[in-house]
């Protein structure tokens, strides 16, 4: 906003300039005022380009400000820049006309070359043809991407005379991304920091080594043909030019490759194509690798001239061409069935947990989830998650004490009322809050009494349930320690991970989403990592990378480190939102996760084997009775209990079962101190 109320001033003194010299043309005296007429046209064409320049400065900073408008507002804001420039070249051609004709000698005409005197609006800085809009180079953070990036945004940017340093700062900040970007989001936009920040870009991208080891990389990464077609011939061509393009560029002499580059193309051509080569090179003198590239680009015209109409899509040589048949499922993105959100587990869904006992069993069935695991694909008699913490039943927790209607014939399912109550009433105890439903005035003892009913009414009264409410302790939110670190790859390129710094894994851990991402070479390596209970996952893969702090002022750790690769490591973390509007925290450019107290995916796990390296000795309360903050290696970790924030259930469990399995469930609970039941 200051640099918006500087600009607007600047804007005004130049609208001021402007009306002095419309006054000096309304007041034009020729006997005095004539020897002025050149002076003040130079004056108007500065007061022109600088209207220009802070107007363009003045549309850059809105934009950048006014990121959540809507199409509306948008189209008014840029309705009102286009009147404020109509309005300033009417009153700047009028203002030209009228001191170009009080002047004796008229300015001369462009020449026949286009040149003009300084002053002619045939200036190409004036032009008003409208010429293709020029879009930026953008750059994320890839190693490789950096070479035609810096020598884009050079042309068009860097060395723009018309541009001053504080333009040429919005450029960039714009065409950045990622990592790139977070080189320099420390950086405050100003003229005098652009120098800075450029110069910062240069020093982390401008490595040679690294640049001319991953276009190498990607050389011998080019992949063979399988059979003949233009669109793998293509391929092959091109993999190999870029590369080899970008080496010469940066001043590798790839001359002196030839033979080595001839036999790398050579050992990637199918048999076909090799015939075709062969037939054309039949000399005993080794071939060079331009004749050879020649020679594939001719061919590739062959190719594509003969080709089909209707041929395959781009990398179809990769397949085989025998017919095949195969049934195919096609797996929708999961979303969560009870909100409709992006998936995440039962217990932290929110619309989930305020439902009641009852409600819950019937969206679950709506949905056709099992009533164990709460998930699609199979049902609860197939289920091998486990049980019910409560009563070992096969029901997902969160659904014991649901009304589950039993689809066994009742003289299949249940003996005589008589003898399953026998345990309980030859062991009374007594109900210490006991609870009359207005069905009816059973009580425990009542239950206690053999049944005296003939069967066709103990059938009649078999859908009888009974409630027993459990109380359960409430849990807190806790902050598991998170941060975000910089995880480079062999190539150099680098990208943020969410990490979560766990002193009780053994081994460190990635997710195969960052795997994938980052396009790690995995090497095989087989992995069991279980967790608590008996749930174990598989990794088959082992990848390396470099780890360093998200910022590079932060400290000089780097370390490489060995991921094993699995599917997904935990939940969200932290499990729901916090406040920390009241906490005593450092400024966020040295927390270790910035974010810490807000949901999101955890990316890699560092293990026991480098946990202690990364703490240090400072350590300090966020508040009297919450989390403790432990500064790192990474930067300041937030971990422990988040006062008063209690989170998930009600404070009780409601069990619901048929008279016919009362005496066992009671059995079961009847050592609980506090037991509240009631018949409906």
């Known amino acids: 906003m200051a640099d918006l109320r500087a600009l607007g001033k600047s804007e005004r003194r130049v609208l001021n300039t402007l009306e002095g010299l419309e006054n000096f043309a309304r007041r ?9 007429i050149a002076v003040r046209l130079e004056s108007l064409e500065a007061i022109c380009k600088e209207f220009y320049a802070i107007r363009q400065r003045i549309e850059l900073l809105t934009d950048e400000t006014a990121d959540d408008e809507d ?46 005197q300084p002053g002619d609006r045939s200036d190409s800085s004036f032009s008003k043809v409208k010429l293709p809009e020029i879009r930026l180079p953008s750059f994320g953070g890839r190693i490789m991407e950096w070479v ?39 950086v405050e936009l100003s003229a005098a920091n652009y120098s800075v920040a450029w110069k910062a870009l240069e020093s982390r991208y401008e490595n040679k080594k690294l640049i001319v080891k991953a276009h190498l990389d990607a050389l011998f990464a080019v992949e063979g043909m399988k059979r003949e077609s233009y669109d793998g011939l293509s391929n092959l061509i091109s993999g190999f030019e870029k590369n080899l393009q970008m080496l010469q560029k940066i001043g590798e002499d790839t001359a002196a490759w030839s033979t080595v580059l001839a036999y790398m193309v050579y050992s990637r051509l199918d048999p076909a194509t090799l015939r075709q080569w062969e037939t054309h090179h039949n000399s005993k003198d080794v071939p060079t690798y331009q004749n050879m590239i020649a020679f594939l680009r001719s061919h590739c015209a062959v190719l594509q001239s003969v080709a089909p109409v209707s041929s395959k899509p781009s990398g179809s040589d990769y397949r085989s061409s025998k017919p095949s048949v195969c ?134 009264t078999s859908t009888t349930q009974t409630h027993i409410a459990l109380p359960v302790t409430p849990t807190h939110n806790i902050l598991l320690s998170t941060a975000l670190a910089r995880v480079q790859d062999r190539h150099g390129n680098t990208m943020l991970a969410r990490a979560l710094l766990d002193s009780c894994s053994q081994h460190c851990l990635m997710t195969k989403e960052f795997s994938s991402r980052m396009h790690f070479h995995a090497s095989p390596s087989l992995l069991s990592v279980q967790g608590i209970g008996s749930s174990i996952s ?15 002022d932060m400290s000089a750790f780097s370390q490489e480190m060995h991921f094993n690769v699995l599917p997904r490591l935990t939940v969200s973390l932290p499990t729901a939102s916090c406040s920390i509007s009241e906490w005593n925290l450092p400024e966020a450019a040295f927390l270790a996760d910035p974010r810490f107290h807000e949901p999101g995916p955890v990316d890699i796990i560092i293990g026991a084997e480098y946990y202690m390296d990364l703490l240090r000795s400072e350590r300090h309360k966020a508040t009297e009775d919450g989390p ?49 039941s009631h018949s409906t």
């Open 28 to 36: 034009y005296d020729p006997s005095q005022d004539e020897p002025q």
């Open 71 to 116: 199409d509306k507002d948008v189209r008014l804001r840029e309705k009102a820049n286009l009147a404020a420039l109509t309005e300033f070249e009417e009153r700047y051609f009028r203002l030209k006309a009228s001191l170009t004709s009080k002047r004796a000698t008229p300015l001369p005409t462009a020449t026949a070359s286009g040149i003009g």
């Open 148 to 186: 035609p990036f810096r020598d884009s945004f050079c042309s068009l940017i860097h060395e723009n005379k018309q541009l001053n340093d504080m333009d040429r700062f919005s450029y960039l900040k714009s065409a950045l991304s990622g990592e790139a970007l977070q080189e320099i989001e420390s």
């Open 327 to 460: 049934h195919t499922t096609v797996k929708p993105s999961r979303k969560c069935p009870f909100c409709g959100d992006s998936w995440h587990p039962a217990f932290v869904c929110g619309k989930f947990q305020r439902l009641q006992i009852a409600e819950r069993l019937e969206v679950v069935s709506k949905a056709r989830l099992c009533r164990n695991c709460l998930s699609l694909g199979h049902w609860a008699r197939y289920c091998d998650k486990g049980t019910c913490r409560h009563c070992q039943q096969k029901h997902h927790t969160l659904l014991h004490g649901a009304p589950i209607r039993s689809s066994v014939p009742q003289s299949q399912s249940n003996p005589p009322t008589q003898t399953r109550q026998q345990p309980l009433s030859s062991q009374p105890r007594p109900n210490p809050r006991p609870q009359t439903s207005n069905a009816s005035n059973t009580t425990p003892s009542n239950s206690q009494r053999p049944s005296t009913q003939s069967p066709a009414t103990n059938t009649a």
């Open 538 to 552: 598989t990794s088959t893969k082992l990848v390396s990378a470099v780890v360093r702090p998200r910022l590079e």
């Open 628 to 676: 403790t903050l432990q500064n790192t290696e990474f930067g300041w970790i937030v971990s422990g209990k988040i006062p008063d924030h209690p989170v998930g259930g009600s404070p009780s469990l409601t069990f619901v079962c048929s008279t016919n399995d009362l005496q066992d469930q009671l059995t079961k609970f009847w050592d609980l101190e506090t037991c509240q």
